[in-house]
Nanobody, 116 residues
């Protein structure tokens, strides 16, 4: 079992930046990919960014060029740098860790609020 724990959310003005961090504990040897999803009120959860064990990344079209995902395998952490934030980026952001068997464990989420 892997337990991701997020930190770093908050309130920021449009155009500002935030950094989200996630630390994984537990069966960390089994982790393959890590990533971030978000969910705004009334919306479905959206996959925002992913990074695999060799650093290959993917991004949702809505955040390309503004968000950057990075990973520290030695520390079992994944970060998401959010730049040029927009009010529509307001959501609860969830970190996940995925094992080689394809099982995903989710964190509790951290709130990001972007004011206009």
């Amino acid at each position: 079992q892997v337990q991701p724990v997020e930190s770093g959310g908050g309130l920021v003005q449009a155009g500002g930046s935030l950094t989200l961090s996630c630390a994984a504990s537990g069966s960390i040897f089994s982790i393959n990919a890590m990533g971030w999803s978000r969910q705004a009120p009334g919306n479905q959860r959206e996959l925002v960014a992913t990074i695999n064990s060799i650093g290959r990344t993917t991004y949702a079209d809505s955040v390309k060029g503004r968000f950057t995902i990075s990973r520290d395998n030695a520390r079992n952490t994944v970060s998401l740098q959010l730049n040029s934030l927009k009010p529509e980026d307001t959501a609860v952001y969830y970190c996940y860790a995925e094992t080689r068997a394809g099982f995903r464990s989710w964190g509790q989420g951290t709130q990001v609020t972007v004011s206009s």
